[in-house]
């Protein structure tokens, strides 16, 4: 991890002095590195890497890329002021500034991937990076839209979120020359890891302290976004706390946050939540089960175990 980082902020370096800026802003703003971690733990539990042993420092940053690309872009959209307890990029250099340094880390990763010289990688990134531009496209239709059903909400938690937990782990596989099953064990693997994390970021933000996740509490029903709690209380609760939710989302804001926290709770739309994310762990588990014993793939129990214990 170390050598990651130390790759992130060689390969983040422009003649452009913002672009240095705001790039060390967001890449150093503490985040979990959970995506580099899994190329990295992916490519070390199959053994020896070989020829191919700098190949998984450059994906692994490669990876934290795009996440980071991913977020500037977020942010943007969202018009969000707050990420991980600090300002967002676009709240102090500007919407503009943002979008820009986003596409330069996603240039960048694509001309990292080249080094590699690797087709099957740059086929596993390409399809990922279109996969979850068409899951952000699909967040944008389901907000405001009170109608969003379970299903549609998952999908767009896998494309927008569990596609890159998913190719993380899929591309240590891939630089080992593994097996097609092994490949798609490691692949399912992260997107279920992924699917799980996002649905406890689901509970996080109707329960969690600010203070631990550096966001304020409801922050995506101020977005108007129709997170899986909301649709489940939405779905067995009263039909007054129906219509309070419904508003709530085609409307946002932070005026409904109470009587909504009240109907999440009556409901025990967080529990269902989270009993949801731990199906999602336990599968991801389970994907594994038949690649070879080793600290590493003990490492990526303790993931999935993480990602739904977390408080942040």
């Not at 101020?222 to 939405?234: F, N, S």
């Not at 731990?278 to 588990?285: L, P, S, W």
């Not at 003990?298 to 993931?303: E, I, P, V």
Request: aromatic fraction near 6%.
């Amino acid at each position: 991890m170390q050598a990651v980082d130390d790759l992130i902020k060689e390969r983040l370096q422009s003649d452009v002095v913002l672009i240095n800026q705001l790039g060390q802003y967001i890449i150093n703003n503490g985040g979990k590195r959970m995506r580099p971690l899994l190329v990295l733990l992916s490519a070390r539990a199959f053994g020896q890497i070989g020829q191919n042993s700098c190949h998984h420092i450059d994906l692994a940053a490669i990876i934290e890329f795009i996440h980071t690309a991913t977020l500037l872009h977020d942010d943007v959209v969202d018009a969000s002021e707050l990420r991980r307890g600090q300002e967002t990029a676009n709240t102090i250099w500007g919407n503009e500034a943002s979008v820009l340094v986003g596409d330069f880390l996603y240039s960048r990763a694509f001309e990292m991937m080249a080094d590699v010289r690797n087709m099957r990688v740059m086929e596993i990134m390409s399809h990922a990076t279109n996969i979850i531009a068409e899951g952000e496209v699909l967040q944008l239709l389901n907000c405001n839209d009170a109608d969003t059903t379970e299903q549609r909400y998952l999908d767009v938690v896998r494309f927008k979120t569990a596609k890159l937990f998913e190719a993380a782990s899929q591309l240590g596989a891939i630089i080992n020359q593994c097996s097609t099953a092994d490949e798609q064990a490691m692949a399912g693997y992260g997107m279920h890891l992924g699917t799980a994390f996002q649905l406890i970021d689901d509970v996080l933000d109707y329960s969690a302290s600010p203070d631990e996740t550096g966001k304020n509490i409801g922050d995506d029903l101020a977005e108007g976004k129709p997170t899986l709690p909301l649709i489940y209380a939405m779905r067995t609760g009263t039909p007054q706390q129906a219509t309070i939710i419904r508003d709530a989302i085609e409307n946002g804001g932070h005026e409904y946050i109470g009587a909504v926290k009240e109907a999440i709770e009556s409901t025990d739309a967080l529990a269902y939540t989270a009993q949801s994310a731990q199906i999602e762990a336990q599968k991801a588990v389970k994907a594994i089960k038949d690649i070879p014993a080793s600290l590493y793939k003990d490492a990526l129990h303790g993931l999935a175990e993480f990602s739904v214990n977390r408080t942040y």
